[in-house]
């Protein structure tokens, strides 16, 4: 049996972070990096205590995820959405180790009618956008080897465990306090299951397959009829009124329609498929 390649989770404990450790990952040794190891706000400490870890391949499930607090707070989602990114990309560059790393259908601005490629020029509306293009930038501008994921509306096992709650459990919570729910019935783009990317993340660094790919579950919905098709699998009796978005005024602007599709990869599962396993396997109120 040949030795394990060390790979070093920076974000372990994340909704992607949590699959990427859960799916099968043959062949890699997974060393978990918490904000306890490391927080990335400290940009002097991130290079030293890599050379520490001195690891053959970096995957990096951290981040600023906080769509409206980064609206609020730009500087420090730009520190570690953007520049601790950048630490790490130098860092793989200096040792010749490939960085693999997540962003967002935020960084466009979701104008377009049809879904966007990876080839699409990225324009994003928000500070949470703008802060992830930044990363993109400073891994390209390192010209270390690269894999760049973006994608959208993750949903995982990790939430119920982190105390944060995703879109689903929210739902699921609100049924059993509530039998009307108003559900903003815009914001089109794909839900994916981080346990599906996790795969395709394993699968990538495999290949050869280097720079930005777009990776999600097929087909799209807004948030009103990701809540539908939750209900209607959860068979909870609720009464769901679709709203415009701009009934919940919030911090940050939201792409009106941000679908990712790849030029390079073929897709993946209709995001109702997992969301199904998701809602039989990871919660105990359907
Ligand atoms: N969630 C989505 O819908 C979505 C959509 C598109 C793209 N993405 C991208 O997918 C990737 C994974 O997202 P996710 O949803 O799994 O994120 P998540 O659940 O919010 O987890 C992010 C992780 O980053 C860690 N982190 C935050 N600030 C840190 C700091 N200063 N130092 C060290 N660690 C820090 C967090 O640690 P703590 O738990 O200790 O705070 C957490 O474990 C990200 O690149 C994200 O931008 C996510």
Not at 48 to 73: C, Q, R, Y
Not at 176 to 188: A, G, K, L, Q
Not at 214 to 228: I, K, L, P, Q, S
Not at 256 to 285: D, Q
Request: hydrophobic share 35%.
């Amino acid at each position: 049996m040949g030795s394990l390649i060390k790979v070093l989770l920076v974000g372990s404990d994340g909704t992607l972070g949590t699959s990427l450790r859960h799916v099968s990952h043959a062949g890699f040794d997974i060393v978990p990096w918490t904000m306890k190891n490391c927080d990335l706000t400290d940009l002097a400490s991130i290079g030293p205590k890599l050379s520490v870890e001195s690891p053959a391949i970096i995957i990096n499930a951290s981040a600023f995820t906080d769509v409206d607090g980064a609206e609020l707070n730009e500087q420090t989602a730009t520190l570690i959405n953007g520049d601790a990114v950048g630490q790490m990309a130098s860092y793989c560059m200096a040792h010749g180790i490939l960085l693999v790393h997540f962003s967002t259908d935020y960084v466009f601005s979701g104008d377009h009618a049809q879904a966007y490629a990876e080839q699409d020029v990225p324009d994003p509306i928000n500070a949470y956008g703008r802060s992830k293009l930044k990363g993109e930038q400073l891994i390209k501008e390192s010209g270390c080897q690269f894999i760049c994921i973006r994608t959208s509306r993750l949903f995982g096992r990790a939430s119920s465990t982190q105390g944060k709650k995703n879109f689903i459990e929210k739902m699921l919570e609100l049924a059993h306090r509530t039998s009307t729910i108003s559900v903003v019935d815009d914001e089109r783009t794909s839900p994916t299951y981080a346990d599906d990317l996790a795969v395709t993340t394993f699968d990538l660094i495999r290949s050869d397959a280097r720079g930005i790919f777009h990776r999600t579950n097929d087909g799209e919905c807004t948030w009103y009829e990701f809540a539908r098709e939750i209900f209607s699998i959860s068979k909870l009796p609720v009464t769901l009124v679709p709203v415009a978005g701009a009934s919940f005024p919030r911090p940050a602007k939201r792409p009106a329609h941000s679908t990712l599709v790849s030029t390079k990869l073929s897709p993946l599962r209709n995001w109702k498929e997992p969301l199904r396993e998701y809602l039989f396997t990871n919660t105990t109120t359907v």
